[in-house]
C-alpha cells in the first residue's frame, strides 16, 4: 500500500447533454503535493472538482483516495469556494469551529480544548481580532481566510481549492498567495488548487496541470465533440514568501509557454505529442 | 460638523414622522365632519358616533366590569382573540417547518407531497369553514385549526423556495466538515431559514386575523370577532369602529414586535 497516490483520477470522462466535457482524464497525487489545475474558462476545470468532491459521479473511468472510490463529499477532501460560502448565520469563531462541533460531543473539557485549536487555526489566518464578526461584516479576503481555517481546522487528507482568489483584488490576491503556501508547508498539506489565471498556477503550484480541449485527436482533423484533457502535467520549483519571482524571465517564458498549449484555439498539437509528456509523472 | 449632520438627521425623522401622520390626522377631519353632519339631522344617529362616543363605549368595554359576566369585556375578548391566532400561527409554524425542511432535503418526499401540497394551497380556507364546523364541531381547537390550515402551505411553500434556493455550496462544506445529513438540516438549514419563518409569520398575520374573525363570528361565546358581530345586530357602531381600530393596532404591534426580533437576533439575515 506505501506506493498507493493520494489521489488517483483514472481515465474519467464526463458528458453533460451529450456533449464531452471531459476526457480520458489520468493523474495521481501524491501526499504533500501542491498540484494547481489551469485551464481557459469552460474546459471543465470544475466539472472535474466537483467530480473529486463526489458532488458528481463519472461517467466513465474511476476517481480514488488511497485506494477507495470516491462516493460523496466527506471530511477527506475539504473545499474552499471562490464565493467563500461561509455560514452566514455565524461568526468566525463559529464557522471555524464547526467542523469540530460537528464531530465532538459536546462535553466542557472538550469544547475547551476546541476552542483553544479554533484560535490557533484563527491566528494562523491572522483572524483573532475578528473572531465575534459575522461574515457580511468582513472584506471579501477576509472571508476567504475564514474559509480556509474552516477547511483546514479538521485537517482534511487533501485540501480542493476552486478559484479561492479569483474575486479579490489583485494585492490582496498576492497576499493570499503568500499565506497559502505559507499553510502548506507548515501543515504538510496536499493540494489541488484550481484556477484560470496562469501566474497564479505556476508561481503557487509545485506542479501545474493543464486542462483544455485545443488539441487535435488526428492530424488536420478536428473534433467538434471532444471533450477537455490534461494537455500538460509539469513539476515545478515552489517559491514561498516572495511573489518577485513572478517578474523574472523564467517566469515569463514558462507562463507564456503554456498559453501557447493550453489557451490558444488555433494552435492545437497532436494528441500523441502531449501524451509523451503527460506520461513522465505517471 | 459631526454636530451638524446628527440635527439634520432629527430634522429628517421629524419630517417623516409629521408626513406620516398627515393621513391620519385627514380621514379623522373627514369622519368628524361626517359624523357632525349626520347627528345634525338626527341627534340619535347611531351609524357614524361621534369620537366621543366612540371613547365612552371603549372606556366602558375596557374598563367597567361586565354586570353579567363581572368581566372586563375588551381585554376577555382580547385574550381569548390573541390565544387563538397565537395557536393558529404556532401549529402553522412548526408543521410549515417540519415538512418544508424534509420536502427541501429529500427530493422524493419532494416529489410526493409538493404537488399535493400546491393543489391544497388553493383552497380558500372560508370555504371550507363549515366543512370544518360540521366535521369537529365548534370547539376552540377548531378555531385554532381554521387557522393553522389556512395559513400553513403558505409558511412551507415558502420556506421550501427558500431552502431551494440556499447556495448548495453551503451544504457541500458542511459534508466535507462531516456534518450527518440529520446535522445539516437541524444545525445547518433550520437555523438559516428561521428569520424567514418570521418575516412569513409576519406576512400571514393579516390571513390568520381574517380567518379569526371568520371562526369567532360563527361559533364563540367571547373574542374580539365574536364582539363585532354580536353588537352588529343592535347597530353598535360606537363599539364596532373602537373594536376595529384595537384589532388593527394589536396587529400592527405584533408586526413591528416581530420586526424586531429578526432585526436584533437576526442581524445577519437583513444584511445579507
Known sequence: ?????????????????????????NFKINKGEFCTLVGPSGSGKTTLLQLIMGEQQAHTGNISMSGFPVKSPNIDRGIVFQSYALFPH?????????????QSRNNKVEHKLLLEKTFHYLSLVHLKDHAYKYPYELSGGMQQRAAIAQSLIIEPKILLMDEPFGALDPHIRDEMQVLILDLWEKNEMTVFFITHDLEEAIYLGTRVFVLSPYYQQKENKKSRNQGAR?????????????????NSPDFFSMVSQIRNIGFNPKKTRLVDEFNTLHDQTK | MLEKIKQLREIDKAKKIFLATIPFIILLMLYSLASTLRHQDNANDKILPSISQMADAFYIKAFVKDRRTDQYILWQDTFASLKRLAGGIFFAAILGIIIALHIAMLPKLDMLLSPFLI????????????????AFGVNELVKI??????????????????????????????????ATQAQIIYTIILPQVTPRLINVIRLSLGMGWMLLIAGEAIASTEGLGYRIFLVRRYLAMDVIIPYVLWITLLGFLIDKTLYWI?????????KT
Open chain 2, 262 to 270: 429578526s432585526k436584533n437576533k437576526y442581524h445577519w439575515y437583513c
Open chain 2, 145 to 178: 385549526m381554521l387557522i393553522t390550515i389556512g395559513i400553513f402551505p403558505i409558511i412551507t411553500r415558502d420556506l421550501v423556495l427558500t431552502i431551494q434556493k440556499m447556495p448548495k455550496q453551503l451544504i457541500t462544506k458542511a459534508k466535507t466538515l462531516g
Open chain 1, 90 to 102: 455565524l461568526n468566525v469563531l463559529e464557522n471555524v469551529m464547526l467542523g469540530l462541533n460537528l
Open chain 2, 119 to 134: 393543489f391544497i394551497s388553493m383552497i380558500p380556507p372560508l370555504a371550507i369553514l363549515p366543512i370544518i364546523f360540521i
Open chain 1, 230 to 246: 490534461i494537455l500538460l502535467d509539469k513539476k515545478l520549483s515552489t517559491h514561498i514568501n516572495s511573489t518577485e519571482i513572478k
Open chain 1, 1 to 25: 500500500m506505501k506506493n498507493t497516490p493520494l489521489l488517483e483520477v483514472d481515465n474519467v470522462s464526463q458528458f453533460y447533454n451529450n456533449r464531452r466535457i471531459l476526457e480520458n482524464i
